[in-house]
């Protein structure tokens, strides 16, 4: 809507977790990560097993749901490289706190790296820096200085 949007990035490949309950209720996620990173994003299938408390309130249900998460992500991985693990070359982006978390419970099995859509969209338009620039700038002149 804003109309900002980068360019793809060579060597660099995106998978997309939908969450359950996505917050982009009138836009398909994977077109719009596609769109605002400028370069191929696809859908990487199944619940994450994380669902908010499903996790904690059911962890042997999670876990099941888990095991076939992790060959979902395997497969997708193989897609762009043809291996079952990735060396960075791919990232899995989603739009959700707590399947954020629930990504990062793969990393070690698969080497992905998960992240949100507008945090990698930050980091290519603002750079790598950003975050911690932002911090500092809250420090020295207080968090109504930036959001004014």
Request: net charge negative; charged share 25%.
């Amino acid at each position: 809507e804003k109309g900002i949007t980068t360019e793809g990035v060579a060597g660099q490949h995106y998978l997309y977790h939908e969450p359950c309950h996505t917050p982009m209720k009138q836009h398909n996620g994977t077109k719009v990560a596609a769109s605002l990173l400028g370069q191929e994003v696809r859908l990487n299938d199944r619940c994450c097993g994380e669902a908010g408390t499903f996790a904690i309130s059911r962890p042997d249900i999670a876990t099941q749901v888990r095991f076939r998460k992790e060959e979902e992500l395997r497969a997708g991985i193989a897609g762009y490289t043809g291996e079952q693990r990735t060396a960075g070359e791919v990232k899995i982006l989603t739009s959700c706190p707590a399947c954020h978390q629930g990504l990062s419970r793969y990393t070690e099995a698969t080497g992905l790296e998960s992240d949100y859509i507008v945090v990698e969209l930050a980091n290519r338009v603002l750079g790598e820096q950003w975050q911690q620039q932002f911090i500092e700038r809250a420090k020295q002149g207080g968090i109504e200085r930036i959001l004014l």
